[in-house]
């Protein structure tokens, strides 16, 4: 391994644990920003008059049917009035929760280094796999803490994010082969798709209502109800 290799491997490791560390920032506050941009907003729709209550929920039992539409078969003659209580939660805009890990099946590699990533997953595997561990001998606490560190590992595989399957190898002290200018390009690429999913959750108007001064949290109250219902506030 070159010096440059070494010092860009080591550079880059840096960064992507800042913005990894960037993105369970955003993750963690998302879902306090949703609870309490939604109790503002109810506040608000609380506060309407009658008729503007009534606008807003003709919007939203509208919405509801056509989204029956697009879910339900025709010959199905669901048409659903659903009884509204305030505003409904544009999902599109304001959603960012991750997907679950999936089962516990091993996953198949689909890039380039899917020979690095099988053998990092395998080297894994043998100390964090159920049946590894529950062989060991280990108690229930260890057992369910190394499973938790497997599905990790394995929604990583199936990702094929080489550098999260590196740094728990590392944290689960496996050896591990010289870093080279695969390696490097790889942190990069988790680097680049990691921006982009903290850039996702810095967009959405719940994320700036919460994080804004009180003109940011006015407008972007003003622009949810707008882009949602149609609807100028005015507060």
Same mark, same amino acid.
């Given at each position: 391994?070159?010096?440059?290799?070494?010092?860009?491997?080591?550079?880059?490791?840096?960064? &992507?644990?800042?913005?990894? &560390?960037?993105?369970?920032?955003?993750?963690?506050?998302?879902?306090? &920003?949703?609870? =309490?941009?939604?109790?503002?907003? =109810?506040?608000?729709?609380?506060?309407?008059?009658?008729?503007?209550?009534?606008?807003?929920?003709?919007?939203?039992?509208?919405?509801?049917?056509?989204?029956?539409?697009?879910?339900?078969?025709?010959?199905?003659?669901? #048409?659903?009035?659903?009884?509204?209580?305030?505003?409904?939660?544009? =999902?599109?805009?304001?959603?960012?929760?991750? =997907?679950?890990?999936?089962?516990?099946?091993?996953?198949?590699?689909?890039?380039?280094?899917?020979?690095?990533?099988?053998? !990092?997953?395998?080297?894994? +595997?043998? @100390?964090?796999?159920?049946?590894?561990?529950?062989?060991?001998?280990?108690?229930?606490?260890?057992?369910?803490?190394?499973?938790? @560190?497997?599905?990790? +590992?394995?929604? &990583?595989?199936?990702?094929?994010?080489?550098? !999260?399957?590196?740094?728990?190898?590392?944290?689960?002290?496996?050896?591990?082969?010289?870093?080279?200018?695969?390696? @490097?390009?790889?942190?990069?690429?988790?680097?680049?798709?990691?921006?982009?999913?903290?850039?996702?959750?810095?967009? !959405? @108007?719940?994320?700036?209502?919460?994080?804004?001064?009180?003109?940011?949290?006015?407008?972007?109250?003003?622009?949810?109800?707008?882009?949602?219902?149609?609807? #100028?506030?005015?507060?």
């Amino acid at each position: 391994m070159s010096k440059q290799v070494r010092l860009k491997f080591k550079k880059s490791l840096k960064k &992507a644990e800042f913005v990894h &560390a960037d993105l369970e920032y955003h993750e963690e506050l998302i879902s306090d &920003a949703k609870r =309490e941009f939604f109790a503002k907003v =109810e506040e608000i729709f609380g506060g309407l008059d009658d008729e503007d209550k009534k606008k807003i929920n003709d919007i939203k039992r509208k919405k509801l049917r056509e989204q029956a539409c697009r879910e339900v078969p025709e010959s199905s003659g669901d #048409d659903p009035e659903e009884e509204i209580g305030g505003p409904p939660e544009n =999902e599109e805009m304001l959603s960012a929760d991750a =997907e679950s890990a999936g089962d516990t099946e091993e996953p198949a590699p689909t890039s380039i280094k899917s020979s690095d990533l099988r053998k !990092l997953f395998h080297d894994i +595997a043998d @100390v964090c796999h159920p049946d590894k561990t529950e062989a060991r001998g280990l108690g229930a606490h260890e057992v369910k803490k190394l499973e938790k @560190v497997f599905k990790e +590992a394995q929604s &990583a595989y199936k990702d094929d994010n080489w550098y !999260l399957l590196y740094v728990i190898a590392l944290d689960l002290g496996i050896d591990i082969d010289d870093p080279t200018g695969d390696h @490097v390009e790889w942190v990069e690429e988790d680097i680049k798709h990691t921006l982009e999913k903290i850039s996702q959750i810095g967009t !959405l @108007v719940v994320w700036v209502w919460y994080n804004g001064n009180e003109l940011t949290k006015l407008m972007a109250m003003q622009n949810y109800f707008q882009q949602s219902f149609g609807y #100028d506030l005015r507060i």
